[in-house]
């Protein structure tokens, strides 16, 4: 079997095929929204997204006696959105720190999801494939909802690219702008939740971080401006999710965790290697 | 010159170019009421996180002005700056810009102390000067030939337009410095507020921002400037503003830096000298906390 065939052949399969526009969808959408997310130190409060999302998944799932892919869609972008506006109210109102009140959030909506699950037969299945999801058993309908809410965050993005880099670079300078700036916040806040439905099936709740945070930090280490983080970001999520089901379908590894350790590859080799930040650069230098 | 303010002709603040939904606001800005002072401050009280912050703090700058605003730490200079800009609001007393409450203005500029700024942040220096413009573009819209031009200005006056291109993370702090009265400048702000910006630069970039800043005025820019050095405001301003809570002076500097009131001001962290020429003052401390561990 030549090279040519081994790189067609996984996707001669429609599961595979179908996994991999979804995988590609996902890693751009997650790293655009993600640069926003590295740049402002928000890589705990999109974990926490996350993770919060699992009560309204076993909400839609309940609810639809397990058949629905899109009823727990649905409860699991109302959840996130809920999460990620009820994260900033704790914070305000209890006068507690921010990353005290992800804390909070992020445990027991978790703590919560779990409950819901555990209360079906058998929960170890379900939770299991939630928790690190299942890019190969995503549905014709999956992926017309992940193309319509992925082009819509990335269209908003690229709509306020620069009120949502004043609000984040500088505050105060928004402020002074009268840029409405915990409407820019709330609707930043809001489209991170979106990333994370929208790429729920493809790693799951527990891994759904590395999709936001490590292609942006790759493309940190190698370029110097906003949207060019932005566009090689999203160049690694696409080629982590590709080849990261060659690596599953090859070595017969889960497909979430196979795109996350290709994504992270690339990260470590660019901490190595990137001219003038990487780690060999300055050694050379040094 | 292109980075003139003045060449556009629009002396008021607001700008209503451009199509009705890119002028959508919470707030419609406020015109320039003719022949009010560029500022007045009326009794102005804040409170910041529950603590009394500054107390009947009472003066008023013509267009033009420059103000040096002293005190110790902790004194509220950065509370008065920000509710001045109308981004701390007051619990008592009032501010008023050109007439009118500052949040109604896009004229007002705050320049936050460097160690505010995040400068691992992948932006160029032009990126941050842009970002002036910001409000008058309004949303949905790019930034246009006058926006770019206006850039370029305004960097070229502060002589940093070699260093458009470069990272922010690699200027110099005195360069870091001229950026942001260069995003003023952009902003075509009225009212510049500076937050320490001498603080932690070697005296020939101090120097150097000094004389940008006496620039200013005569573009018709009115400028209120928090110090820590009280050498540097008797020299370089035409009226100082004596801070701890509450106002222990306003007026030249050779009024307001009398001996009882710096000793209000400072307590036993000052030594004083009385000399033929007049009044010397010699601080204990070598620096304050501030210029100490560069945190506010």
């Keep these: 079997m030549g090279l040519p065939e081994l790189l067609v052949a996984p996707f001669r399969y429609p599961f595979m095929a179908r996994g991999l526009l979804a995988a590609t969808m996902v890693g751009v959408v997650c790293p655009v929204v993600g640069t926003y997310v590295v740049l402002r130190g928000m890589a705990f409060f999109g974990d926490a997204l996350a993770h919060a999302v699992l009560p309204g998944v076993a909400v839609g799932f309940l609810t639809s006696h397990g058949g629905g892919r899109r009823s727990v869609f649905w409860w699991a972008l109302g959840t996130a959105i809920l999460a990620s506006l009820g994260i900033g109210a704790v914070a305000r109102r209890g006068r507690l720190r921010e990353d005290t009140a992800i804390g909070i959030v992020l445990a027991g909506m978790f703590a919560l999801g779990i ?4 209360t ?48 984040s670079f500088d ?11 915990r409407l820019y916040n709330g609707l930043l806040l809001i489209l991170i939740a979106v990333a994370v439905v929208v790429s729920l099936q493809t790693v799951g709740v527990a891994l759904m971080l590395a999709l936001l945070v490590t292609p942006a930090s790759t493309a940190y280490l190698l370029v110097r401006r906003v949207p060019a983080m932005m566009v090689l970001g ?3 999520g696409v080629l982590s999710g590709l080849v990261g089901l060659y690596v599953s379908y090859y070595a017969g590894i889960a497909s979430g965790a196979a795109i996350v350790l290709v994504a992270t590859g690339f ?6 290697a990137a001219p003038r930040r990487g780690l060999l650069w300055r050694r050379r230098s040094n | 010159m292109s980075a003139s303010k003045r060449a556009a002709g629009d002396t008021a603040c607001p700008s209503g170019r451009g199509p009705i939904w890119t002028r959508v606001r919470r707030k419609p800005l406020e015109a320039h009421v003719a022949g009010t002072p560029a500022l007045e401050v009326d009794g102005l009280t804040v409170h910041y996180g529950g603590r009394l912050a500054l107390e009947g703090i009472h003066f008023e700058l013509e267009e033009g002005a420059e103000l040096g605003v002293v005190g110790p730490n902790g004194a509220g200079k950065s509370t008065l700056l920000k509710a001045i800009a109308g981004i701390a609001a007051p619990s008592a007393g009032e501010v008023r810009v050109y007439g009118h409450v500052p949040s109604g203005h896009i004229c007002i500029a705050y320049l936050p102390q460097r160690s505010e700024v995040d400068w691992r942040f992948p932006l160029s220096v032009e990126d941050v000067v842009m970002m002036g413009r910001s409000a008058r573009l309004g949303p949905l819209r790019r930034p246009g030939p006058r926006d770019r031009s206006l850039v370029r200005g305004t960097l070229d006056l502060v002589e940093l337009a070699p260093l458009a291109r470069r990272s922010i993370g690699e200027l110099s702090g005195g360069e870091q410095q001229r950026m942001f009265i260069a995003r003023a400048l952009a902003q075509e702000a009225d009212l510049v507020l500076l937050d320490e910006p001498l603080a932690g630069l070697d005296l020939r970039s101090q120097e150097g921002i000094l004389t940008l800043l006496s620039a200013l005025p005569q573009r018709g820019i009115t400028l209120l400037v928090a110090l820590h050095d009280l050498g540097i405001a008797a020299d370089r301003f035409g009226k100082v503003l004596l801070l701890k809570k509450s106002q222990l002076g306003f007026g030249p500097p050779a009024e307001v830096f009398r ?10 962290s000052l030594r004083m000298v009385r000399a033929e020429e007049g009044l010397f003052v010699v601080s204990d401390a070598p620096c304050d906390k501030e210029t100490c561990d560069g945190t506010p």
Excluded: C, M, Q, W
């Design chain 1, 115 to 118: 409950a819901l699950i555990s």
């Design chain 1, 234 to 236: 999203a160049g690694f």
């Design chain 1, 120 to 167: 079906v037969r058998g929960y170890a299945v379900d939770l299991v494939h939630f928790l690190f999801g299942n890019v190969l058993g995503v549905s014709g309908g999956d992926l017309l909802l992940t193309a319509l809410l992925g082009g819509l965050v990335l269209a908003l993005v690229l709509a306020l690219y620069k009120e949502f880099l004043v609000v």
């Design chain 2, 259 to 268: 001996a009882e009131a710096l000793k209000e001001a400072y307590g036993a």
């Design chain 1, 267 to 272: 990260f470590v080799i660019a901490l190595f």
């Design chain 1, 171 to 181: 505050a105060i300078l928004a402020a002074t702008l009268r840029l409405p700036v």
